[in-house]
């Protein structure tokens, strides 16, 4: 592609990003549909975030994802938040408007239309594993859906507290806080409809390592979901098949967030089957 001075550039920030496959499917798509735009990634420290967010906004750039571990984090450096975003209080979108950065989410929406698009119900009860960003607005989608109980699993048991009172604050529902182990999960997996790591544990490069030991307590009707979309069949997806399980992998949410992606920030609409295609070449 040719770059000029009517480029559009966007961004993803985050750290790690090795994993992401964000940059190559965008630009194999602007290059298929023949816009002037190009993505790139900047893997940022924390502690240089705020500037940032400044050098990508006074270079004029459209717009940004934002990943781990960041969702919360750059919410103080933003001049406006979505409706989604403020409830959840967690962004992984920024749109450029004049020189003012408006927060958007569309974790919560890519996980659910991508849930519904697998075939399985947001219903009952749900273990959600990790409670960082992504689970917080997952949570809150899977709350407005038909969710009636969520327990948080988390390796710091505070933030799985804080996560826990703010969902039920936010949306009504029973939320409970744990330590992320396998006896708790153990305790709980009788009783749940659906199991989400949203924790990174798995990801590539560490495709070896699952956040459970094993899934013995589950019932054969639980549905089990991995954000994870690079592998795509993650160790927890791989073991929950070999026990006749139904997973959904993070294929369907990173698709489904990407189109809501160029739809807020370029106006475009895509398939999905499009998006499908460019990313199948690179994950397994």
Do not use: W
Request: proline residues 5%.
């Amino acid at each position: 592609m040719d770059i000029n001075c009517h480029t559009k550039y966007l961004a993803i920030i985050g750290n790690p990003l090795g994993h992401s496959l964000s940059p190559v499917m965008y630009n194999s798509i602007f290059k298929q549909r023949k816009l002037n735009c190009i993505y790139l990634p900047f893997e940022s420290r924390a502690d240089n975030l705020e500037n940032v967010l400044k050098s990508l906004k006074n270079l004029d750039f459209v717009g940004f994802n934002v990943t781990i571990p960041f969702k919360q984090k750059v919410i103080p450096f933003l001049d406006e938040l979505s409706p989604a975003a403020r409830a959840c209080q967690a962004v992984n979108l920024i749109k450029n408007e004049d020189g003012l950065l408006k927060g958007y989410n569309t974790d919560g929406q890519g996980f659910v239309r991508g849930l519904i698009q697998s075939g399985a119900t947001p219903r009952g009860r749900v273990i959600f594993i990790g409670a960082g960003g992504a689970a917080r607005s997952i949570a809150y989608e899977m709350a407005r859906a038909g969710v009636l109980r969520a327990n948080f699993l988390d390796v710091d048991y505070q933030q799985a507290e804080k996560m826990a009172e703010f969902i039920s604050a936010q949306t009504g529902i029973q939320a409970f806080p744990a330590m992320m182990n396998q006896a708790v999960f153990n305790q709980l997996a009788p009783d749940t409809d659906i199991v989400i790591n949203c924790s990174p544990v798995g990801m590539f490069p560490r495709v070896d390592v699952s956040p459970l030991e094993n899934l013995a307590g589950i019932r054969k009707e639980t549905v089990i979901c991995d954000i994870i979309y690079n592998p795509r069949k993650t160790k927890l997806l791989n073991m929950a098949e070999s026990n006749g399980l139904k997973t959904v992998d993070g294929l369907p949410m990173f698709i489904n967030q990407a189109l809501l992606t160029l739809e807020i920030l370029l106006q475009e609409s895509f398939a999905a089957a499009e998006l499908e295609e460019v990313v199948g070449h690179y994950i397994k």
